[in-house]
């Protein structure tokens, strides 16, 4: 959709580039390290500093203390410390549940890792996680649940029932979560992100992964960085050192001034920010008749586009940029049920007049 876009010269509404400014201290770190110099391999477990940095946000932010030395994992992103999650802790043949709808890097690296992914399906608009979904899909091969939130691409946000409920299904089937949290700076309404692994009973069962893509806008920088037991870590650290060798060196160092000099303040404006631009798009998809399920979190918006009267998703995203030269993303790249096709994906990570001219051309199908 991306390259067909840029074809027809339309917005691009579908990848999640997150082309927003990177702040100032995260620049100026990088090109620091660029002037210095600083270009060789890290430590395969990262930066000592950063580990430091991210051990510190944590325990500060969510109460949960971990080692930086043997604690904390710098990766290629957070995709790349799941992928090098899964190869280090799980086997061939193994069950992992995943949530439906699901982000599509999660399905295709258990795929491609010879694991079995086994979906639970939430219904929107509020995506609730019911025990009976979840009993119904483990079995003895069940290793691991996969567990997204702020979620793409739902922008669902864990409850604190939600979060128990979890727990206790973990705890009682000896789960490992792997917890995607990488949006966790971006809830809106009032909510906030609740990490299982604050929970005594899930600190370690749970590999936590997050990083800075979506908190600095630097999707291209490929910096993330995951929490979990020390055991686990020095695992997960081996398998990325064999898939990435290492983080980029000097934007980990770019990262790592974002980290200590941005203010707190920041924070809470970025999920401000997402909000708006969420209110932005949702209300031009209502006016357009696309229905929106209004996200709690992350930068995307699922929408109900069966007004274009088109029988598939793909065909939908093409209608749509060929009308109004608005980009999306099918359903179906995030769905194997066919209410796939009923719907599209949508991301409002764009500047604002961006997104106003995108809410100009969506409501002329009114």
Excluded at 132 to 154: H, M
């Amino acid at each position: 959709m991306t390259i067909a876009c840029q074809a027809k010269g339309g917005i691009n509404l579908g990848q999640g580039v997150c082309d927003l400014p990177t702040p100032e201290p995260v620049a100026r770190g990088a090109i620091r390290a660029i002037e210095d110099h600083i270009a060789t391999y890290a430590h395969p477990m990262g930066i000592a500093e950063l580990r430091q940095a991210v051990a510190r946000k944590v325990e500060t932010l969510y109460g949960v203390s971990y080692d930086p030395s043997s604690e904390v994992v710098i990766t290629s992103g957070a995709t790349g410390g799941f992928a090098a999650s899964i190869l280090a802790l799980c086997e061939p043949g193994d069950e992992i549940i995943l949530f439906e709808p699901y982000y599509g890097y999660h399905l295709n690296t258990v795929l491609s890792l010879g694991l079995v992914p086994v979906l639970v399906p939430l219904v929107p608009p509020t995506w609730q996680i019911e025990r009976e979904a979840l009993e119904r899909a483990v079995t003895s091969k069940t290793r691991a649940i996969v567990i997204c939130t702020p979620s793409n691409p739902g922008g669902k946000v864990l409850s604190e029932a939600e979060r128990e409920l979890l727990a206790d299904f973990c705890q009682s089937h000896n789960l490992i979560a792997f917890c995607d949290e990488i949006y966790e700076h971006i809830v809106f309404d009032g909510k906030r992100h609740l990490p299982l692994q604050q929970l005594p009973q899930m600190r370690d069962r749970c590999v936590t992964l997050t990083g800075l893509s979506k908190t600095f806008s630097i999707t291209g920088w490929r910096i993330g960085y995951l929490t979990t037991t020390a055991e686990a870590a020095s695992r997960i650290a081996i398998a990325h050192d064999l898939l990435y060798v290492c983080a980029p060196t000097p934007l980990q160092l770019g990262s790592l001034a974002g980290m200590i000099e941005t203010p707190r303040p920041y924070y809470d404006e970025l999920s401000a920010m997402y909000q708006r631009k969420r209110d932005i798009l949702c209300s031009a998809l209502e006016d357009a008749g696309l229905r929106p399920y209004w996200p709690a979190g992350a930068y995307y918006v699922l929408a109900d586009v069966r007004k274009l009267g088109c029988a598939t998703s793909r065909q939908a995203a093409m209608k749509l940029l060929d009308e109004v030269g608005i980009a999306a993303i099918s359903g179906t790249s995030f769905y194997q049920d066919p209410v796939g096709e009923t719907m599209l994906r949508f991301c409002f990570a764009k500047p604002d007049d961006v997104l106003s001219d995108a809410a100009a051309r969506l409501r002329r199908l009114a």
